[in-house]
């Protein structure tokens, strides 16, 4: 069974990768997950804000914390809140790198063009073997269009992208009015690839005390319905490479994902809930699945379920919209 897949230039042994999550602060587990067979490993990222935050410390020799910036910053973790400084950042690619014979994929969280991104070239000195660029962004000014935000991205993805030699791919939101357009932009900025999709932690309110709490709620299978259909969509116009996160637990996930399009998976929620041997379970009843099915290696699947062969993909999303809401009776 050949289950190795190509994935931003790089040959993966199998499609299932770590996504960007906590697993990577810890070598001796980055090192179970490599056992459990993850085929590469995301770093948890490195943000704008923190990089920022740590660079302006520097020249006003004063500790970034909440109180010493203007207020907008203020919602911001301290210094010491951070899992890693950026220094430390780039010592675990080292220490990773040292450590695992798997790729090592560092992750940078931002979305506007500025001094941050020079972290990319230093990822890359440090070994990283590609970045994954989050462009989480929640935009809340009411002065502020869709094709401004948009220009924003694709100027920061340039910027990231032309500053390095290794693979960049760019972890996206769902929410752009149209997906398919945005991907191709961010491949003609020089993107290797695309995730699909950000995961938003959504606030919940407490009516009794009045108070906003982020919460941070693991992802569950539904979740990965909107991935199918975005991989189906995107992926028949894409040259790159895509990668679904969002709801993978079980091999037909994996599966699934595959048919629609995707050259990878990533795991986290799963891997949170039941460990790194869950991985191991999940490329067992993927190798299984795929041979009672008798295909001898995955790309016969992929993107087998896309909108490759479908003459009018929008008018087909359409009829299936309707003919869902007509199908319930009273
Ligand atoms: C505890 C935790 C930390 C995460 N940290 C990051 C991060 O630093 N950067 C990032 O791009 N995504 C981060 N994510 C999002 C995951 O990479 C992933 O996109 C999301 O959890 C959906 O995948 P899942 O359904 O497999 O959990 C984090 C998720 C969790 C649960």
Partial sequence: MNLTTQYLGLTLKNPLVVGASPFCDDVTMAQRLEEAGAAAVTMHSLFEEQIDAEQLALTRHVDATAESHAEATSYFPAHSEYQLSPDQYLLQILRLKKALSIPVIASLNGSRPGGWIDYARRMERAGADAIELNLYRLITDPAMPADEVEAGMVATVRDVTSSVEIPVSVKISPFHTSP??????????????????????????????????????????????????????????????????????????????LLAGAHVVQLVSALLQHGPQHLAMVLEDLRAWLAEHEYTEISQLRGAMNHQRCPDPAGFERANYIRILQSWRI
């Fill in 180 to 257: 398919t357009f945005f991907a191709c932009e961010l491949e003609r900025a020089g993107a290797a690839g695309v995730v699909l999709f950000n995961r938003f932690y959504q606030p919940e309110i407490n009516a009794e005390e009045l108070e906003v709490s982020p919460q941070l709620k693991l992802s569950d299978r539904s979740e990965l319905l909107l991935r199918l259909r975005w991989l189906a969509i995107i992926s028949p116009h894409l040259r790159g490479s895509l990668a679904a996160s969002g709801g993978v637990h079980a091999a037909i996930d994996v599966v699934k994902a």
